[in-house]
């Protein structure tokens, strides 16, 4: 299909002045090697600051990097951060929580993976962070530049860039011949502000069948620490054929491993449960050390019926909206818009998305109601302005980054409708009317479905434009598998 028209951005582009975006509260283990880019929008260059910054972490306020080491004490450190340029000045709060607990919102970056599968080297993820600031993907609080997998070498491969000894003489874990320094690897993208994540199996090999880490978990994850990684997906694949039985216990025994093993690393390491959902992974995710566990199969594989495949995984992982909160999050896979590879035919180029502009801010409006990871896996080199403006609007990644850290529930659903609706800490509720039809529809939830009282101020999130005040439901006219994705402010 043809590229959406300029008349289908709804995200207004920021002004020239500053605007402070991403998380109002970051978690951090007391200690451990700190790392955050300030995400800010505005004309360049701008001068930051951040008062009372605790000891030991340091601002460049050139770059709104800051870097250092977190206090040992246990504390939360309220920090207000300001941004300035010739057009105004921007001041947020900004809470560090020094303590157990990572990720107390869902980590927002990019995954190769649906792109690029086997076909990644040390040079596509040095372009890919360079895409992330050039975009202005990280002034919107886009963070983790991801490998998945294809990165280790490959047994019986006769690819020379592949084939050779798959660990070292002390049993350590060798990438392939594409990247010859992970370490300074992960220091040109931590030298942007951006973290780096890895991938890896529990099982002798991975999906792809590349080196696993079975009976090498220790080794590796703390080289994987040693080249400076800040995520690790973890994801079954060949340990199916390890597991002894389909019980609970089995499927638990990898990833607790794993957890206690990250937890004891001098280095912050959030960690993704990558099993499909098996044994309502929602249900103890978060208790082996998981920050976040995929709910379902792979979305690059959901087959599209009436709906297109990303409704199905949406609808499913909605369910289990009872289980998520801060450090803990369900995670329905990647956002696959712009230009995309095909999970069915690794070889082919990637291609535009076929997917409508209305179901992209469906996609997009749904993962960020159910506080999903957001994690961006098409093409960076080819980010048209329709996808940035998918992937780039603050109020709707606001609603996702909320410290409360809720997921919305489901208020209604049938054939033709859902109904999201997420609390907020200010008291707002961000509620999400998905026309599920094929054909557009005028659609509503009443205050006694949403649980709310009173008179509240509508806001489009979308369009960032106030709508008026209602005062006993929301309605709006929306298209075909389209979304009114507004917030009710009290």
């Not at 094929?438 to 709508?467: F, N």
Request: charged residues 25%; contains cysteine; proline residues 7%.
């Amino acid at each position: 299909m043809s590229g959406p028209a300029q008349g289908q951005i709804l995200t207004p582009k920021p002004g020239p002045a500053p605007r402070i975006n991403g998380p109002a509260v970051y978690g951090v283990r007391p200690g451990h090697p700190f790392l955050y880019r300030i995400p800010c929008t505005g004309q360049r260059p701008i001068r930051f600051d951040a008062r009372r910054l605790p000891s030991g972490l340091t601002l460049d306020r050139d770059t709104g990097i800051i870097t250092g080491t977190a206090p040992k004490k246990r504390r939360e450190y309220d920090v207000t951060l300001r941004a300035a340029n010739p057009h105004g000045v921007a001041e947020r709060k900004f809470k560090i929580v020094v303590g157990d607990t990572l990720a107390l919102t869902p980590p927002m970056g990019w995954n190769h993976w649906y792109t690029h599968y086997d076909r990644i080297s040390d040079q596509l993820f040095r372009d890919a962070a360079d895409a992330m600031i050039a975009s202005g993907m990280a002034d919107f609080g886009y963070q983790y530049v991801n490998m998945d997998d294809c990165w280790m070498m490959k047994p019986g491969s006769n690819d020379p860039t592949l084939s050779g000894p798959a660990r070292d003489a002390s049993g350590a874990i060798l990438p392939n011949k594409r990247f010859p320094d992970l370490k300074g690897l992960t220091e040109y993208i931590h030298g942007k502000g951006l973290k780096a994540g890895l991938y890896t199996s529990p099982g002798p090999l991975t999906c792809a069948r590349y080196e696993g880490s079975y009976q090498h978990e220790e080794i590796d994850a703390r080289k994987f620490a040693e080249w400076g990684f800040d995520f690790l997906k973890h994801d079954w694949c060949s340990y199916g054929k390890i597991a002894a039985n389909q019980s609970l216990e089995e499927r638990q025994k990898p990833y607790i491993k794993m957890g206690a093993i990250l937890k004891s690393l001098d280095r912050d390491m959030v960690f993704n449960l990558c099993q499909y959902g098996m044994g309502d992974v929602w249900k103890w995710g978060g208790e082996v050390g998981g920050h976040a566990w995929r709910t379902t199969g792979d979305l690059g594989l959901a087959k599209d019926t009436r709906l297109p495949g990303f409704f199905h995984i949406g609808l499913a992982n909605a369910k289990h909206w009872e289980y998520a909160g801060p450090g803990r999050w369900n995670d329905p896979d990647y956002i696959l818009i712009g230009y995309i590879g095909n999970a069915r035919r690794q070889g082919e180029p990637p291609k535009q998305a076929a997917l409508t502009p209305d179901e992209q801010y469906s996609y997009m409006s749904m993962w960020s109601l159910m506080a999903a990871p957001l994690f961006y896996s098409g093409d960076m080199s080819r980010l048209d302005e329709f996808t940035l403006n998918v992937l780039c609007n603050a109020e709707v990644i606001g609603v996702n980054q909320d410290p409360l850290g809720k997921q919305a529930r489901i208020v209604r659903q049938s054939e033709e409708e859902l109904v999201l609706a997420k609390p907020m800490r200010d008291g707002s509720l961000a509620v999400g009317l998905f026309n599920l039809g094929e054909s557009e529809r005028e659609m509503s939830a009443t205050w006694r479905e949403l649980g709310v009282t009173g008179r509240r101020r509508s806001r489009d999130v979308w369009r960032q434009k106030d709508l008026g005040v209602v005062g006993s439901q929301v309605s709006s006219k929306i298209a075909r598998h389209g979304v009114s994705f507004v917030r009710l402010i009290r």
